[in-house]
């Protein structure tokens, strides 16, 4: 089965930084996309970053100059370079990603932003 393992959460300052990564394993014949939603309490999830294979990374305008996607193909994974952390940031972070033609979401990361 297709896994998708997610690590780099934690609580930071305001203005501070990490590093998501999500690692796609398993039997795995084609990624399309890989990327990141996010979700804070009773709150809807929404779309943070995307990766789409064979094209261009996007991401919400709300992110857009501090977070940062990139992808390793060799690896399957796809990172999110957070910076200038805030405390609206906070959220459970979700990888998703389509492989073989069907979506799968990791279990999620825990983001806080305070202080």
């Known amino acids: 089965q297709v896994q998708l393992v997610e690590s780099g959460g934690g609580l930071v300052q305001p203005g501070g930084s990490l590093r998501l990564s999500c690692a796609a394993s398993?039997?795995?014949?084609?990624?399309?996309?890989m990327g990141w939603y996010r979700q804070a309490p009773g709150k809807e999830r929404e779309l943070v970053a995307m990766f789409a294979s064979g094209g261009y990374p996007n991401s919400a305008d709300s992110v857009k100059g501090r977070f940062t996607i990139s992808r390793d193909d060799a690896k399957n994974t796809v990172y999110l370079q957070m910076n200038s952390l805030k405390p609206e940031d906070t959220a459970v972070y979700y990888c998703?990603?389509?492989?073989?033609?069907?979506?799968?979401w990791g279990q999620g990361t825990q983001v806080t932003v305070s202080s």
């Open positions: 998703k990603a389509i492989i073989n033609w069907a979506d799968y």
């Open positions: 398993g039997s795995i014949f084609s990624i399309n996309a």
